[in-house]
């Protein structure tokens, strides 16, 4: 089945050390999303990839950057993690940014624990 | 500017009763609306789109919605909650020239057996 896949499920770091997140898709979509979720609260959006092209939230700390070396793959890398970086982190694709076709699918995200 | 107000934060429901999760939205134009569910330590699955076609939508495991523009609402109905329904319910609108989603603060939805 096509899907987005996140990894690992579950990430502890220590404050201050670096941490990347990965997530893959095999819907082939051009449009692929990072959102931050804490505790009983919304997902937020980070960023986005729409091909190559990065595009950051006006809000995103510094601290958050993200790379895309091909269509199936992103990463989310955190370069000092802080306890407040503690957090579900989702991945999601869609086929396209602005149109009736981006309807966004979620993976299972990733969370992140700072000691 | 838009934004969706869910105006329960918190439905409680006997197993084989109806479900209402009630959402409201503000647009200047017609909007795409969303009900993604979201289960404990899960992503976010989506339960049901409205993108301008029929108003009453129909969705997965038995889950519809109604797009009342008059009322500027978009509520989730189930006729008969089951235990696996428990989970958090979001609803979403996104503007037809835009990338963004915006969220609703989410609704719990606790199903008693």
């Known amino acids: 089945d096509a899907m987005v896949i996140q990894n690992p499920r579950y990430q502890v770091t220590q404050f201050g050390k670096p941490v990347t997140l990965s997530c893959s898709q095999t819907l082939n979509h051009n449009v692929m999303y990072w959102y931050q979720q804490k505790s009983s609260q919304a997902p937020k959006l980070l960023f986005h990839y729409y091909d190559k092209d990065f595009n950051n939230e006006a809000d995103t700390p510094d601290n958050f950057q993200s790379r895309r070396p091909n269509t199936s793959f992103c990463f989310l890398d955190i370069r000092s993690p802080g306890l407040g970086d503690a957090a579900m982190y989702l991945c999601?694709?869609?086929?396209?940014?602005?149109?009736?076709?981006?309807?966004?699918?979620f993976g299972p995200g990733t969370r992140l624990t700072v000691l | 500017a838009q934004s969706v107000t869910q105006l329960d934060s918190h439905v409680s429901v006997s197993e084989g009763t109806p479900v209402l999760l009630r959402c409201n939205y503000s647009s200047s134009y017609s909007p795409s609306l969303f009900w993604y569910v979201q289960h404990p330590n899960k992503g976010l699955q989506l339960l049901l789109k409205?993108?301008?076609?029929?108003?009453l939508v129909k969705g997965i495991n038995g889950f519809e919605a109604e797009f009342k523009k008059s009322e500027t609402s978009f509520h989730l109905t189930k006729p008969s909650a089951h235990m696996s329904d428990a989970a958090e319910y979001f609803c979403?609108?996104?503007?037809?020239?835009?990338?963004?989603?915006?969220f609703g603060s989410g609704t719990r939805l606790l199903v008693r057996p």
């Open positions: 979403v609108v996104r503007m037809d020239s835009s990338y963004k989603l915006i």
């Open positions: 999601a694709t869609s086929r396209a940014r602005v149109s009736s076709y981006n309807e966004q699918f």
């Open positions: 409205y993108t301008s076609a029929a108003t």
